[in-house]
């Protein structure tokens, strides 16, 4: 199992994921479709030239979601209770098709569960960057993990 216990977390753990994902035409397309988003920006490749852009832009909920799940392996795989919300999420630059993203995490809050006294709260700042080393997007997640069982 990857992911680590509540207990195994201290507040300032950093971590930089290992893994990196190169983004597609095809994950945008079906990302968009799938989610029934209509964006000509998304879609559209004479819209997005004829936009600020120039070019096809991803679709910004693909590029959160590739955020968690890029965090997951290494933070939450197989601890998780349930992920209890996403806070300050901020996109200050675009994705374009062919960027390449990583992803990084801080935990920044540890609180006990009241309601739950084998889990505990983590607080995960993520950040996903790309081959520039521009931050695309951010947040905050908060996530139930349980606590190490008892040997």
Known sequence: MAGRWFDEWTVGDRLTHDIRRTVTETDNLLFSTMTHNPQP???????ARQSEFGQILVNGTFTFALM?????????????????GYDKLVMPKPVFIGDTMRAESEVVELRESRS???AGI???HH?????????VC????SALLRRKPAD
């Open 138 to 141: 951010e947040c905050l997640r």
């Open 68 to 84: 968690v799940g890029l965090s997951v392996g290494d933070t939450t795989l197989g601890t998780l209770v349930a992920n209890l």
């Open 41 to 47: 920006l998304h879609l559209d490749a004479e819209a």
């Open 122 to 124: 983590v607080t995960f």
């Open 127 to 135: 950040r996903l960057r790309n081959q520039r080393d521009e931050v």
């Open 116 to 118: 739950r006294p084998d």
